[in-house]
């Protein structure tokens, strides 16, 4: 437990130094979502809260041009965080993307009530919010290479992570993967090659 | 085999929210046909999440912009914050809606997921062609759901704007060749086609008529350049 806890301090001290990257400690937004869903844990719920309400509201604010609005977006995101984190399965991905999908619907049934004047909520049936892994595992399902690759992927850093599927499941090129995450040509290059070294030896492991 | 899907472009202003429902919907069935695209669709999802919730890059847009940071009164913040824990209402597991379904000559079809909440037009025939809106009122972009029977075609026509035809059951051909379920079929005015059907099928067809795309939707395809085509 301790050396998780230092561990986990060294961590964020190492992004903290770093001026480069500004990586999310996802299992520390699991465990907050988690004790939402099992405790009803406010605290929990109120440092969710700060985390995650004031880029909520700027991407809202992006959109729909107006306080108010973003402000009920807010409201509407977190809401549903709280009255649903019961749902929300850790193996299925991770809570930022959990989120990510309420406030996009959210965000899109406002929209549409402005564009279109129409409240009709549509967008839980077009972005369901427990997805199905059936459709996921299925696709794996022949291959046992590409499965086996996607467990050594997901020991990379993120950063990297990002690059690597970027580049090889969505064909993205390294110059769209630069505008896309919004980060120099170099640096992509730079992580593709450090993230390709550490697939080769570990898929070369695996194979012995 | 599907052998249409919907360019990279298009998938990620999905994933991001920006394309209008009609066109949301068409990407949400091929989806669903389509287990390489889902796995894109989740790939794109992850990345976009995980970028929009970085502290830098709110940071950046709060610079950008000069607004005042967010909240405006921490006081204000806290009242939300003690407005929603003050329900202990748990949201219901699942939506238990059974699926829609709708009857074109006869034939009983069941209607995509995306669909269930959209309120359909009444069914207007002319010959083999069978037409029910989809009314979405998203001005110049008309949505339908339209069946062609048996022996049916579409005479050769060109589109202004853009035309989507996605298959939802049955088959069809075209000068291009055979389409299967699941086939998301872009094309432009640049494209003359005449689609036929040996035994009878269902699209979901997405038309903007106008010359000119809205500025909303010209931003989402301005970057696409090809899209169309
Ligand atoms: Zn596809």
Redesign the pocket.
């Known amino acids: 437990m301790l050396a998780m806890d230092s561990r986990l301090l060294s961590r964020q001290s190492a992004v903290r130094s770093s001026s480069m990257t500004n990586e999310i400690n996802h299992s520390q937004l699991c465990q907050w979502l988690n004790a939402i869903a099992l405790d009803r844990d406010k605290a929990a719920f109120t440092a969710l809260f700060r985390f995650f309400a004031p880029k909520i509201h700027a991407i809202a604010y992006g959109k729909l041009n107006s306080e108010a609005l973003a402000s009920e977006v807010v409201q509407d995101t977190m809401s549903k965080v709280w009255r649903k984190a019961h749902l929300f399965d850790d193996s299925k991905g991770a809570v930022t993307t959990w989120v990510y999908t309420i406030m996009r619907n959210v965000t899109f049934d406002f929209l549409r009530k402005m564009k279109a004047n129409k409240e009709d909520n549509l967008s839980d049936d077009i972005w369901p919010l427990a997805e199905p892994l059936s459709s996921e595992e299925e696709s794996f399902k022949d291959h046992l290479q590409n499965r086996n690759l996607q467990g050594v992927l997901a020991t990379l850093p993120e950063s990297q992570q990002q690059v690597v599927k970027g580049f090889y499941f969505l064909e993205m090129s390294q110059e769209q993967l630069a505008t896309h995450l919004n980060l120099p040509l170099g640096t992509i290059k730079s992580r593709l090659r450090l993230a390709l070294g550490k697939l080769k030896t570990k898929l070369g492991e695996n194979n012995d | 085999m ?1 052998k249409h ?2 360019k990279f472009e298009l998938l990620k202003s999905f994933v991001e929210g920006d394309l209008p429902a009609s066109l949301a919907a068409g990407v949400a069935i ?2 669903d046909f ?1 287990s ?2 889902q796995q894109h669709i989740d790939l794109l999802t992850e990345q976009v999440a995980e970028m929009s919730f970085e502290q830098q890059a709110t940071d950046k847009l709060f610079i950008d912009d000069q607004r005042q940071s967010y909240p405006p009164a921490s006081a204000h913040l806290d009242d939300m914050i003690a407005q929603i824990t003050a329900s202990d209402a748990l949201a219901s597991t699942q939506r238990t809606a059974a699926p829609v379904t709708m009857s074109f000559k006869g034939t009983q079809y069941q209607l995509p997921n995306a669909l269930r909440n959209m309120s359909l037009g009444k069914i207007a025939q002319i010959g083999k062609l069978s037409r029910a809106r989809v009314q979405l009122d998203e001005g110049k972009i008309h949505t339908s759901l339209l069946h062609i029977a048996a022996g049916g075609s579409i005479p050769e026509h060109t589109h202004k704007g853009f035309e989507l035809t996605l298959l939802l059951a049955g088959s069809f051909a075209d000068a291009a060749g055979e389409y299967v379920p699941g086939d ?1 079929i872009m094309l432009d005015q640049r494209h003359q086609h005449q689609p036929a059907t040996e035994a009878g099928c269902l699209c979901y067809t997405v038309v903007n008529d106008a010359l000119h795309f809205t500025q909303g939707i010209n931003k989402m395809l301005n970057p696409i350049g090809s899209f169309i085509y």
């Open positions: 599907i899907h919907p091929h989806a389509c390489i695209c998301f």
